[in-house]
């Protein structure tokens, strides 16, 4: 059936018709808004690489996971930054350590949100590694009995969900067995299973306050160039207990998010990570984007890709955008 019979442009000719065929579509219900948490009180401060963003002490993030909840965003990623780093990470596993206590009082406040945490070192390393140092460089084993104590913990303080992104060989196995041996075997992880070395996590770093002090962190995230060690990894994650996989970053990776789809049937979540955000958001400042259909574009690709769940800085404004009925 070709031209003239076949015209495709019948179907697009107003939103009516786009809406009945539409394909791919992008809800509120896709959605976790990544937060991050600092001690004291009253504080909010912004993070200028990422507009709309903030550090926030817990009265504060309370009151931004509320607005969240408001907006039927389902689920909220936390994380924190301690007042002191030390070389063993201690504040990650600490009970009263930022993120504890943060949960704790998010739960009490909001307690049908889901609260997730991160479980990494490298906001609570001297270093800024994402782990235990041995003559110069991240020692796997040692930090993955770290990772485990501090998923542990944050489930202990409330945790719904923990989320390992330290790509530490073994960390889901471990982190698993940590969860189940104190009781909190209904507590799912969602593994950052291919995380690549990627320079789009710059703006996060000035946010988490987790730049490593010296090299670089190639040595144990994945290697830009690679998808079939992508999904090695993710078959890795799974085989260890994972939930939930996820391909981070979203938006250059949309290729690795359609393979993890067509080769595995768990939930795969895709994080649309601040060098993403940042580079909309300063477009648009600038009048070289229409930064709302930018910010949709980007979403309902990474969703076409494969995603069912996206992680993204842009929640809380495609969560308005969605509820306006706006395309």
Known sequence: MYFPAYRPRRLRKNENFRRLTRETRLS??????PLFVVEGKGIKKPIDSM???????????VKEVREAKALGIPGVLLFGIPEKKDEVASGAFAENGVIQKAVKKVKDAVPDILVITDVCLCEYTSHGHCGMLKGGEVDN???????????VSQARAGADMVAPSAMMDGQVGAIRDGLDEAGFEAVPIMAYSAKYASCFYGPFREAAES???????????MDPPNVVEAVRE????????ADIIMVKPALPYLDVIRTAREE???PIAAYNVSGEFAMIKA???????DGERAMMEALTAIKRAGADIILTYF???????????KP
């Open 28 to 33: 509120v219900d896709d959605l976790i808004y």
């Open 51 to 61: 507009p709309g963003n903030y550090q926030m002490s817990v009265d504060n993030l």
């Open 141 to 151: 084993d040692t930090t993955v009995e770290v990772l485990a104590e501090t998923a």
């Open 211 to 221: 730049a490593p002090q010296f090299g670089d962190r190639k040595a144990y995230q």
């Open 234 to 241: 993710i078959g890795l994650d799974i085989e260890e207990g």
């Open 264 to 266: 595995f049937d768990l």
């Open 283 to 289: 477009a648009a400042r600038l009048g070289w984007l």
């Open 315 to 325: 929640a809380k404004d495609a969560a308005k955008l969605l509820q306006s009925g």
